[in-house]
């Protein structure tokens, strides 16, 4: 988890700086991929939460439970994107993006991880 949030905001960083020079309004840009990024980590940490606790429960319980979180976290992007796209000072596009760093890092970690084992069959 902590490999995923360092990088989570690392690639954030990256795209942050790359995006400072092809934007007319760096401060949006930077804010919206912030909160993007922000949100991103908070639902790592809710999916963490979700599984942790379904665990412990029946399969039948689980499954509902599991699904009644993902629809909460679906909501939660939902009402950052409409947040982005209603207020003027943060860039609804460094939003999105911050939002797929999750993804970006979970690709990250199975390439990388995938190098390592093809490595050390060698």
Do not use: C
């Amino acid at each position: 988890m902590k490999r995923l949030i360092r990088q989570i905001i690392a690639i954030s960083f990256f795209i942050g700086i790359s995006g400072l020079f092809l934007v007319n309004e760096p401060f949006a840009w930077i804010k919206g991929l912030f909160f993007g990024t922000i949100i991103s980590i908070l639902r790592l940490f809710l999916i963490e939460a979700t599984i942790k606790k379904a665990i412990k429960m029946s399969p039948a319980k689980a499954s509902r439970y599991v699904s009644s979180q993902y629809f909460i976290r679906y909501f939660l992007t939902a009402i950052v994107l409409i947040v982005a796209a209603l207020e003027p000072s943060i860039n609804l596009i460094a939003t999105i993006i911050g939002l797929f760093t999750i993804k970006l890092s979970v690709y990250l970690t199975l390439i990388t991880d995938k190098k390592g084992s093809n490595n050390s069959k060698h």
